[in-house]
T-cell receptor, first 113, second 115 residues
């Protein structure tokens, strides 16, 4: 089982739709969580950090559920420019081991007119 | 200010040759990371450097891979005796070290093609 799992999609939605992605992680030593966005043939860029209390940035809402070991990303009022791959990142501090930033494979979102 | 830069942007090499990839982090960033991304795949963590601490090399896929960093500046990733399966985009990122809660800033990557 992979440490961080995401549904690869693609999620194909019309403009204005609301779409949600989940990301599950298996290591309970996971301590910090992020969503990055990666456009085709470009480098990843931070979208938002994910806090235990949940956080919102405009049309984007991220939530963390430690008990069930998943994080989520909700995008409201989708824009064409939201089309990208969304990467879930979990930073793991295993007991006695070194810090390991772990990326999911990403979820592809396609927003169409 | 200047972001993370990587060179070369593209590298085509023949199987069996050695290659060296370079990363210039953002000035002042103490942490530097290397990742590999094969076509259509996620990012595979290779190694990170934090300050002057010895890096954890356990993520490197084989002993053909090595990485060095000079202080808190430039890093090089060297792949010896390249194989076709080494073909990928190699991404470097840097961050201000905040114990794993920090944002990583990525460079544009080096696209390596092994013929």
């Amino acid at each position: 089982r992979k440490e961080v799992e995401q549904d690869p999609g693609p999620f194909n939605v019309p403009e204005g739709a609301t779409v949600a992605f989940n990301c599950t992680y298996s290591n309970s030593a996971s301590q910090s969580f992020f969503w990055y966005r990666q456009d085709c043939r470009k480098e990843p860029k931070l979208l938002m950090s994910v806090y235990s209390s949940g956080n919102e940035d405009g049309r984007f809402t991220a939530q963390l559920n430690r008990a069930s070991q998943y994080i989520s990303l909700l995008i409201r009022d989708s824009k064409l420019s939201d089309s990208a791959t969304y990467l879930c990142v979990v930073n793991i501090w295993p007991s006695g081991g070194s810090y390991i930033p772990t990326f999911g494979r990403g979820t592809s979102l396609i927003v169409h007119p | 200010g200047a972001g993370v830069s990587q060179s070369p942007s593209n590298k085509v090499t023949e199987k069996g040759k050695d290659v060296e990839l370079r990363c210039d982090p953002i000035s002042g960033h103490t942490a530097l990371y290397w990742y590999r991304q094969r076509l259509g795949q996620g990012l595979e963590f290779l190694i990170y450097f934090q300050g002057n601490s010895a890096p954890d090399k356990s993520g490197l896929p084989s002993d053909r891979f090595s990485a060095e960093r000079t202080g808190e500046s430039v890093s090089t990733l060297t792949i010896q005796r390249t194989q076709q399966e080494d073909s990928a985009v190699y991404l470097c990122a840097s961050s201000l070290w905040r114990g794993g809660t920090d944002t990583q800033y990525f460079g544009p990557g080096t696209r390596l093609t092994v013929l």
